[in-house]
């Protein structure tokens, strides 16, 4: 839920906009309140197809449709114009996340879970093919889940856009990944297409990803038409039910009805969802009230009259159709307007082993933020941050980090979402920080830092920078090129072994990760960090600095720094990670020990017996 911008802020027939609940291929949705005190979610269609005479007339048809529609588990149509400048459709506004953004954020459902999803999808298309109405685009963002079971949402919009006036002959709206068929082939519909996309949502919402999914829009419409679906992950309990609604014969899937007999003993004792799931529905229901609560957004003042070409409304409409060519043995569809359904669930894509392999300075390499085009900094040496600008954002730098560690006592939620994830915000006196927090690990997160004055209003900017990296992260992760011997891929805090520190050190009370390549652990006798990192190669040594000495340990040559007898540090290089040390940007991939002791005497040597220790359970160097 997002903010009104001046011009969103208009009234909507006689519904009044508070918020933008999201928007796709098709138009925008606002969270509304209507004259009769309803909360409404408004669908207002984009212009693009409003100029097709032939979509408002089908539009008008779908529409009357489904006002027929009536059910526990469906949002029911309150009011349309198909004859507004922008076509409309209000329905019952539903609190709670798509089950998109429900697996993203907490995983696959559990079997009692997934029982109640197919029950209550069976009567909500039960009640949709029974108003002469095929959903057509039956997929994961179409599906709201509540306190008290699933709701179909947008059913019968679908139908109304095929056919516009900026589509081609053929052309076939809806999502790729959870296609019958006889869709991405551009065949006659019937109600058994639906079952099947049923299916395929089905077995995303039992393992996080879909059936049929592959790298691009093309591969994914060809694996519908002519590979079996993947069910690997599916519970056995019910697989069958699945495998059932993606059969290829359309004759040989089963009703709506003929499901709800499959789908086995439902617990109505226990809770709908698991308590991570119910824990956004929760938040959603207090978001709506806290808009609610707010004075309403005043719209700008009329525009001044101007007149556009007529082309304008072609190429906007043009920008919106992807045009695909499709492997052989498919038959060819023209064109398709999708939204992303290629993108990886947030919990794999942003878990703690893939954010390891992800080179940060490709992740915003390029994008458009407000004015600027984001470019890294050369100099940017850390293997899971990079610095982007030299000073021209905002009159500071921007720097991303992946797998930060949360300061939960200084960072607050700020009601928007990325990703179906909360972003929080932390503020300082000398920059803006803003996160999202990884599912399988909140203490880190995606983060967005603002260094530096924020004269230009950059610190708004900071949800935008994170939407852009968390789509590139699910939707083309750049994944570095890193050999098995890579201490890059190490997790420090599982990798080194509380006992052998406990030798030196003391017995090891608390063991703490700090960003993706560094571990702190407090000790009886002191406390100590070890640090996976990277070092240009011309500063690496024994001659980089005075103070630095050699020492060996095992077969390595490390380097130690004694600050006074109560805190030392240790540093070895691991490998060379590009170029070699002639090259200024050469950089190498270092490990470094630190520690402190609580009274005076010799940490270096307690230190180096520590290192001795553990240097053997980090990968065999490379060169």
Not at 24 to 31: E, I, N, Y
Not at 132 to 148: A, Y
Not at 279 to 304: C, F, N, T, Y
Not at 380 to 398: F, K, P
Request: charged share 20%; hydrophobic share 40%.
């Amino acid at each position: 839920m997002k903010p009104l911008k001046p011009e969103q802020a208009h009234p909507i027939g006689h519904y009044r906009p508070l918020a933008l609940l999201g928007e796709g291929a098709m138009g925008q949705v606002f969270l509304c309140l209507g004259q009769d005190g309803r909360v409404a979610a408004v669908k207002r269609i984009h212009p693009s197809f409003s100029r097709d005479e032939g979509f408002r007339t089908r539009f008008t048809h779908e529409v009357e449709a489904s006002r027929r529609v009536s059910g526990a588990y469906t949002a029911a149509v309150m009011d349309a114009d198909a004859e507004a400048e922008a076509p409309w459709l209000a329905s019952v506004y539903v609190a709670g996340p798509s089950l998109r953004d429900a697996i993203d954020a907490a995983g696959p459902l559990p079997v009692p879970s997934m029982r109640r999803l197919i029950a209550g999808l069976a009567v909500a298309l039960s009640d949709v093919h029974r108003a002469g109405l095929i959903h057509r685009d039956l997929k994961p963002g179409n599906v709201l889940l509540t306190s008290d079971g699933p709701r179909v949402i947008d059913f019968g919009i679908a139908r109304a856009a095929e056919g516009a006036e900026f589509t081609s002959t053929g052309t076939v709206v809806g999502s790729p990944a959870y296609m019958s068929p006889e869709q991405a082939e551009g065949k006659d519909l019937t109600a058994a297409s639906d079952m099947f996309s049923l299916g395929a949502l089905l077995v995303m919402a039992a393992t996080g990803q879909g059936p049929f999914t592959g790298s691009t829009a093309a591969q994914t419409l060809y694996n519908v038409v002519h590979e079996p679906p993947q069910v690997d992950g599916v519970p056995p309990e019910i697989l069958p039910v699945i495998e059932a609604c993606l059969a290829r014969d359309p004759d040989a899937r089963p009703t709506p009805e003929q499901l709800l007999d499959m789908v086995g003993p439902i617990d109505h004792d226990g809770p709908t969802w698991p308590m991570p799931v119910q824990q956004l529905i929760d938040a959603q229901e207090a978001e709506v009230r806290h808009v609610l609560a707010l004075p309403p957004p005043e719209p700008p003042p009329p525009p001044a009259k101007r007149r556009w070409p007529a082309v304008t409304g072609m190429l906007v409409a043009l920008a919106g159709v992807i045009a695909l060519s499709l492997v052989q043995g498919l038959a060819p569809v023209e064109g398709i307007a999708i939204e992303p359904e290629q993108r990886e669930p947030a919990a794999q894509a942003l878990s703690v082993d893939r954010l390891r392999t992800i080179d940060p300075c490709k992740v915003l390499e390029g994008a458009q933020l407000g004015d600027s085009t984001l470019q890294p900094s050369p100099y940017s040496t850390n293997l899971h941050q990079c610095r982007y600008g030299e000073g021209g954002i905002g009159g500071g730098s921007l720097t991303l980090n992946l797998g930060a560690t949360i300061d939960r006592s200084r960072a607050s939620g700020t009601g928007e979402k990325v990703g179906g994830l909360d972003v929080l915000k932390e503020h300082s006196s000398g920059g803006c920080t803003e996160y999202v927090a990884l599912p399988s690990a909140p203490q880190q997160g995606i983060q967005l830092q603002l260094y530096g004055s924020d004269d230009n209003g950059w610190c708004d900017q900071l949800s935008t920078g994170l939407d852009i990296a968390v789509d590139k992260l699910r939707l083309d992760p750049p994944v570095r090129d890193l050999p098995d011997e890579s201490a890059a891929l190490v997790d420090v805090c599982s990798l080194v072994d509380g006992d052998t520190l406990a030798k030196t050190a003391g017995v090891v009370q608390s063991t703490a990760a700090d960003g993706l390549d560094s571990c702190s652990w407090e000790a009886v006798k002191g406390s100590g960090t070890i640090t996976v990192g990277l070092s240009p190669a011309s500063a690496f040594g024994e001659n980089s600095y005075n103070d630095l000495k050699p020492v060996r340990i095992g077969d390595v040559t490390a380097y130690t720094r004694d600050s006074g007898g109560s805190m030392c540090s240790i540093e070895w290089k691991h490998r060379d990670f590009q170029g070699d040390e002639s090259d200024m940007l050469a950089t190498v991939e270092t490990i470094r020990m630190t520690y402190s002791l609580n009274t005076n005497g010799n940490a270096c040597k307690q230190l180096q017996q520590a290192a001795g220790a553990t240097i053997q359970d980090f990968p065999p160097p490379g060169k």
